[in-house]
């Protein structure tokens, strides 16, 4: 049995109702922001072929080979845009160090540059092309095993770069003649004028495999079993959407270095290499 499909995805622009909202249209590094909807733009051309196979091999019902793969869209979502609620002109936020007490307003001058959060004008569609490949096989009565091949790779993916704060690889760097990058905690913002600086960007990418087997038996006469085990390898450029990451480990997800979307390429923080589980019915003796 071979089956395809087409899917299309449409997202219309997004806006305020009356235009109170602020961007940098032209990147973080635009000299003042531009007011008014649409806060962006999006991609049209979001179509999601996928197809599917189911054969039986041996034509005997005990052998069968399955697989299927696609493009799927993730739409841009609200977690992404929450930093674009601050924005200068229709609201103001700054980051003061060092605070006066008890007049705090007082650390807040007119050289204070205001903070902004940007995210990318014209964003491609986050999407995932996914694909598998099994193999299932019926062991005796009730019992039948399958191991299977699971893949898929992330393009367009979102996340925030923080491109202007007081971390010094925040700001404009230097290369050593050894090939390395130095960053002065003196030296300037890339964009003078603002503060902090945060832009969502649609342009990082993700690799999953993994080796999946599992042995199950149908419940009958009162007993019934499955297990399973997977090997996962899988690797990204960032593991959280908006400069945070769901992770084992709480950790955050904000890139190595502004600059190069690929310093934070490595294993994805959620990710366990190793998984397995064991779970059975047993119905015990007696009545009910």
Request: charged share 15%.
């Amino acid at each position: 049995t071979l089956s395809a499909g087409l899917r299309y995805e449409a997202l219309t622009k997004m806006g305020e109702k009356y235009g109170q909202t602020a961007n940098l249209r032209g990147g973080a590094m635009d000299a003042k922001p531009t007011v008014g909807s649409p806060l962006f733009i999006p991609q049209k051309t979001n179509f999601a072929p996928r197809f599917g196979l189911n054969w039986d091999v041996t034509g005997d019902g005990k052998t069968s080979i399955r697989g299927g793969g696609g493009i799927f869209y993730n739409q841009v979502s609200t977690f992404s845009l929450q930093e674009t609620s601050n924005n200068t002109p229709i609201t103001t936020q700054v980051q003061v160090r060092n605070v006066p007490f008890p007049d705090v307003w007082s650390g807040v001058t007119a050289q204070t540059l205001p903070d902004f959060g940007a995210i990318e004008y014209r964003p491609k569609t986050a999407r995932i092309y996914s694909y598998h490949l099994s193999l299932q096989r019926e062991i005796g009565a009730r019992i039948s095993a399958t191991a299977s091949y699971v893949g898929s790779q992330g393009r367009n993916l979102p996340s925030g770069n923080i491109v202007a704060n007081n971390f010094a690889n925040r700001r404009i760097g230097v290369k050593t003649s050894d090939g390395r990058w130095y960053f002065d905690p003196a030296s300037p913002f890339p964009n003078p004028n603002f503060g902090r600086i945060g832009y969502n960007e649609w342009k990082y990418t993700s690799k999953y495999n993994s080796l999946q087997v599992s042995v199950t038996r149908r419940s009958a006469g009162g007993f019934g079993f499955g297990a399973n085990y997977a090997w996962t390898s899988c690797w990204d450029d960032t593991s959280g959407e908006n400069n945070r990451a769901l992770t084992n480990t709480g950790a955050g997800a904000v890139l190595q270095y502004s600059r190069d979307p690929k310093s934070g390429y490595g294993p994805c923080s959620f990710t366990s290499v190793h998984a397995g589980s064991f779970t059975t019915t047993w119905e015990l003796p007696g009545k009910d």
